[in-house]
């Protein structure tokens, strides 16, 4: 079972290096990766659904180095070297979450967003999504609170909170409600 409060990651651990189109070009801790304007690395997002359509959404929790406090989608991260994708994202679900599920995989881009002082994301990011049966048991450590909205009301806070959610998660949603509505109406209403 996952401690509410247990540590699972660390800015030591060594990440995935590529070039645009994903070809593994070497290693570098996840600080070097995501210091300055950060280096092109592997990365996911998945995007959790319940069973009535409505997505999973998480707060990252304060301690986060890079938009702590934010809301996003409900699981991302980082593969770490020597890590296939599957197994990343299976342990990150757990490590985060508490839960285990199948993935679809929809898309990948590449994305820089910079958060001042503090550094930038500069990642190749696979997007996938999912379902989640039950209540998720996130780990404090990572998220401090997660809820389930639907995509309307998601919407709606986007337009009228935009500065409340991480850069990636607005740009995966609108690409995933734009390009990739057939994959997305498998799990929940698009907008």
């Not at 401690?3 to 570098?28: A, M, T």
């Not at 599957?86 to 679809?104: C, F, G, K, P, Y």
Request: hydrophobic content about 30%.
């Amino acid at each position: 079972m996952n401690e509410k409060n247990r540590i699972v990651s660390s800015e030591d651990e060594q990440l995935i290096l590529v070039d645009s189109s994903d070809n593994e070009v070497g290693h570098l801790s996840k600080a070097l990766c995501h210091d300055g304007g950060g280096v092109l690395h592997r990365a996911f997002s998945l995007f959790l659904f319940s069973e009535s359509g409505e997505l999973l959404l998480q707060k990252r929790s304060e301690t986060k180095r890079l938009w702590p406090g934010f809301w996003s989608n409900s699981c991302c991260s980082h593969p770490r070297r020597g890590e296939s994708m599957d197994t990343a994202t299976a342990r990150r679900l757990n490590d985060e979450l508490n839960i285990d599920t199948s993935l679809q995989h929809v898309y990948q881009f590449c994305y820089t967003a910079n958060f001042g002082e503090a550094g930038s994301e500069n990642e190749l990011c696979h997007v996938y999504l999912g379902t989640v049966d039950g209540d998720p048991q996130p780990n404090n450590s990572e998220i401090s609170s997660v809820r389930f909205l639907s995509s309307n009301k998601l919407e709606q806070e986007l337009n009228d909170s935009p500065q409340r959610f991480t850069p990636w998660f607005k740009q995966e949603w609108q690409e995933l409600n734009s390009r990739y509505r057939e994959q997305l109406a498998r799990y929940c209403d698009p907008v």
